[in-house]
């Protein structure tokens, strides 16, 4: 069987229903979920802030690049905890004045629980911060990653 040519080139689509100036009831594909702001923020608290997701993005990437990675390399990671801990500029978003980057720095710890020593850990790390396009927006943003990954248990 012929091997599937892959797109270099996708459109990508979303749309809204936006019900206030808070709330974002989104569609992608067959999916619906909902971006909002907290209560003091006179959201609904329906789901996270636009920024919350854009972090939430970057682990969600990471989990899928490191893996697609970790499998071009041959190895398994099993299974994944990300978090990530964002330093945020409040000063763009409260529109006291425009700054260039309003994530300033990201600290990401990847806990793997699969059988990888650190070599290949570190390969794995090095392959996913190449390839994972959040990451690369973020730094091309200016923010400062810093990439922990550890095996469990260490």
Same mark, same amino acid.
């Given at each position: 069987?012929?091997?599937?040519?892959?797109?270099?080139?996708? #459109?990508?689509?979303?749309?809204?229903?936006?019900? +206030?100036?808070?709330? !974002?009831?989104?569609?992608?594909? %067959?999916?619906?979920? #909902?971006? %909002?702001?907290?209560?003091?923020?006179?959201?609904?608290? $329906? @789901?996270?802030?636009?920024? &919350?997701?854009?972090? !939430? $993005? =970057?682990?969600? /990437?990471?989990?899928?690049?490191?893996?697609? /990675?970790?499998?071009?390399?041959?190895?398994? *990671?099993?299974?994944?905890?990300?978090?990530?801990? /964002?330093?945020?500029?409040?000063? @763009?978003?409260? *529109?006291? &004045?425009?700054? %260039?980057?309003?994530? *300033?720095?990201?600290? *990401?710890?990847?806990?793997?629980?699969?059988? =990888?020593?650190?070599?290949? =850990? &570190? !390969?794995? $790390?090095?392959?996913?911060?190449?390839? /994972?396009? =959040? +990451?690369?927006?973020?730094?091309? $943003? @200016?923010?400062?990653?810093? &990439?922990?990954?550890?095996?469990? @248990?260490?």
């Amino acid at each position: 069987m012929p091997e599937a040519k892959i797109k270099p080139v996708v #459109t990508m689509r979303a749309s809204a229903v936006c019900p +206030s100036h808070a709330r !974002s009831d989104i569609k992608v594909r %067959d999916v619906d979920f #909902t971006i %909002d702001e907290p209560v003091e923020r006179g959201g609904t608290n $329906a @789901g996270p802030t636009p920024t &919350e997701a854009a972090l !939430s $993005a =970057l682990i969600a /990437c990471t989990n899928v690049i490191g893996h697609k /990675c970790a499998s071009k390399l041959g190895f398994d *990671l099993g299974h994944m905890k990300i978090t990530a801990a /964002c330093e945020f500029d409040r000063i @763009g978003v409260t *529109l006291v &004045e425009a700054v %260039d980057n309003d994530f *300033l720095r990201i600290d *990401l710890t990847v806990v793997v629980d699969g059988d =990888l020593n650190e070599a290949e =850990l &570190e !390969s794995v $790390a090095t392959e996913t911060s190449k390839f /994972c396009p =959040l +990451s690369k927006l973020f730094k091309a $943003a @200016g923010t400062t990653i810093t &990439e922990t990954w550890r095996k469990a @248990g260490t």
